[in-house]
């Protein structure tokens, strides 16, 4: 079992950054691709980011492709989402979860975070 808990959200103006964390226990997260997901309230819940095992292979929504970058410290068994220039309709809960799935477009994770709040003021 691996507990997955997210820390980093919090209210920003539009146009500032952030940097989300999703710190792993009870296993070691090098073993397992890593995605961060958002849901507005009344929508589904969408992709933003998708990080594989060894950190060389990236997948970003087309919504925020050059202003978001997700990342990975294995050593530290923690991933990470850096947001910049963010708009109000980034704002959403915000959640951190694994696979060990080796396909990096897979739909199907193990493990999840409890979500953190991201509220993005114009």
């Known amino acids: 079992q691996m507990t997955l808990v997210e820390s980093g959200g919090g209210l920003v103006q539009a146009g500032g950054s952030l940097k989300l964390s999703c710190a792993a226990s009870?296993?070691?997260?090098?073993?397992?691709?890593m995605g961060w997901f958002r849901q507005a309230p009344g929508k589904i819940r969408e992709t933003v980011a998708v990080?594989?095992?060894?950190?060389?292979?990236?997948y970003y929504a087309d919504s925020v492709k050059g202003r978001f970058t997700i990342s990975r410290d294995n050593s530290a068994n923690t991933g990470y989402l850096q947001m910049n220039s963010l708009k109000p309709e980034d704002t959403a809960v915000y959640y951190c979860?694994?696979?060990?799935?080796?396909?990096?477009?897979?739909?199907?994770?193990?493990?999840w975070g409890q979500g953190t709040q991201v509220t993005v003021s114009s």
């Open positions: 990080i594989n095992w060894s950190g060389d292979s990236t």
């Open positions: 009870g296993r070691t997260l090098r073993r397992y691709n």
């Open positions: 979860a694994a696979t060990g799935s080796y396909d990096l477009r897979t739909q199907q994770y193990d493990y």
